[in-house]
């Protein structure tokens, strides 16, 4: 192998080491709220910026501040939706959504089900893996607005 495909690699995998440096400052500043719980919106920003990023780490057309720059517009963008949204919760309702009961007391609401598109198989996968066999042990689960599916087991009380 040439010089020149030798420094081609340490510049890609140098400008490879910036952006992801970059990206895991700006996603620092985001908070903990962005990591932890993934939703629609989230999953957006996180493809937007691969998108950003992908030509300024391979030395593609465009130049690593571009990627830097677009990368940061991004999670500027982003930090200062977290905030629109803290202060206007009904917005983030509106955009990203709402938790939806799908077991109540026992009782698939099937309704619901289906505008989830969720399955009476997946329901009972969920259901098995927080240790349930049957809707009837649930006092009630809720699929949130992560895709998670929070369960209440009948017998639970609040103070729990």
């Known amino acids: 192998m040439s010089h020149p495909f030798y420094w081609f690699l340490s510049t890609l995998a140098a400008r490879t080491a910036i952006v992801l440096l ?3 400052a700006g996603l620092r500043v985001l908070g903990k709220r962005q990591i932890g719980q993934m939703n629609i919106y989230d999953l957006v920003l996180v493809m937007a910026l691969a998108n950003s990023v992908q030509n300024a780490m391979t030395a593609g057309r465009g130049e690593l501040s571009i990627g830097v720059v677009s990368a940061g517009t991004l999670l500027l963008i982003g930090r200062w939706l977290t905030g629109v949204f803290v202060r206007h919760p009904r917005l983030q309702e509106r955009l990203i959504g709402s938790p939806t009961v799908i077991i109540n007391d026992g009782e ?3 309704d619901h ?3 989830e598109h969720l399955t009476e198989e ?3 996968t969920a259901l098995r893996q927080h240790g349930l066999c049957e809707p009837k042990d649930a006092k009630m689960a809720v699929l949130e ?12 009380t609040s103070d729990e």
């Not at 607005?145 to 639970?156: E, H, I, N, R, W």
């Open 22 to 24: 970059y990206l895991v």
């Open 108 to 110: 698939l609401v099937r």
């Open 113 to 115: 089900m289906r505008r």
């Open 122 to 124: 997946q329901v009972l």
């Open 145 to 156: 607005v992560d895709g998670t599916l929070s369960v209440v087991p009948k017998g639970a």
